[in-house]
T-cell receptor, first 115, second 115 residues
Framework: AQKITQTQPGMFVQEKEAVTLDCTYDTSDQSYGLFWYKQPSSGEMIFLIYQGSYDEQNATEGRYSLNFQKARKSANLVISASQLGDSAMYFCAMRELLQGGKLIFGQGTELSVKP | EAQVTQNPRYLITVTGKKLTVTCSQNMNHEYMSWYRQDPGLGLRQIYYSMNVEVTDKGDVPEGYKVSRKEKRNFPLILESPSPNQTSLYFC??????????????FGSGTQLSVL
């Protein structure tokens, strides 16, 4: 069965520094997609980045990059040059493409950026 | 503006009183899904729909019903709500899952309290 694990319930980072949020996954399928979402205190869910299992390059979107290590089944999110507005809950998620519409989320990591 | 609209934003009800949370998207997306968010558990998928008249169970479907009679609407129905269904609910949609670089658009959430 597919599974997503985020082992860091909470993290602190100094403003302007980089931070890595961990995500490991478990699947027996070869085709899958990995996502990161941000949830600020306002509650909305904001898409950050997507990585397909067959993508050879790590995905990047502005200050966000996904450190994809397929053999280790990890998909860590790297945020460069942290800003105060990055303080939020971050969720990793996975879809096994052969499963169609099933999407599972990790438990989340709460990031706090200190000035 | 492309969006997923959920209503109501907040809902307080009593045990056993049937309720419906509406979800509508204006992006002509085939795929729609419902999630509940509980502290420490992340988001868990309740139901999803790959297209009109096609629905399937997620990880926590018990106590919920859905229907997909039109492409744009995907209501969540609680026939007999119980206190353990008190949660934050999200509806989401995307064009065609599994096609690569997909982005899930989320509604703003519905905070449900069942007394």
């Amino acid at each position: 069965a597919q599974k997503i694990t985020q082992t860091q319930p909470g993290m602190f980072v100094q403003e302007k520094e980089a931070v890595t949020l961990d995500c490991t996954y478990d699947t027996s399928d070869q085709s899958y997609g990995l996502f990161w979402y941000k949830q600020p205190s306002s509650g909305e869910m904001i898409f950050l980045i997507y990585q397909g299992s067959y993508d050879e390059q790590n995905a990047t979107e502005g200050r966000y990059s996904l450190n994809f290590q397929k053999a280790r089944k990890s998909a860590n999110l790297v945020i460069s040059a942290s800003q105060l507005g990055d303080s939020a809950m971050y969720f990793c998620a996975m879809r096994e493409l052969l499963q169609g519409g099933k999407l599972i989320f990790g438990q989340g990591t709460e990031l706090s950026v200190k000035p | 503006e492309a969006q997923v609209t959920q209503n109501p934003r907040y809902l307080i009800t009593v045990t056993g009183k049937k309720l419906t949370v509406t979800c509508s998207q204006n992006m002509n997306h085939e795929y729609m899904s419902w999630y509940r968010q509980d502290p420490g558990l992340g988001l868990r998928q309740i139901y999803y729909s790959m297209n009109v008249e096609v629905t399937d169970k997620g990880d926590v479907p018990e106590g919920y019903k859905v229907s997909r009679k039109e492409k744009r609407n995907f209501p969540l129905i609680l026939e007999s709500p119980s206190p353990n269904q008190t949660s934050l609910y999200f509806c989401a949609s995307t064009s065609t899952p599994g096609q690569g670089n997909e982005k899930l658009f989320f509604g703003s959430g519905t905070q449900l309290s069942v007394l």
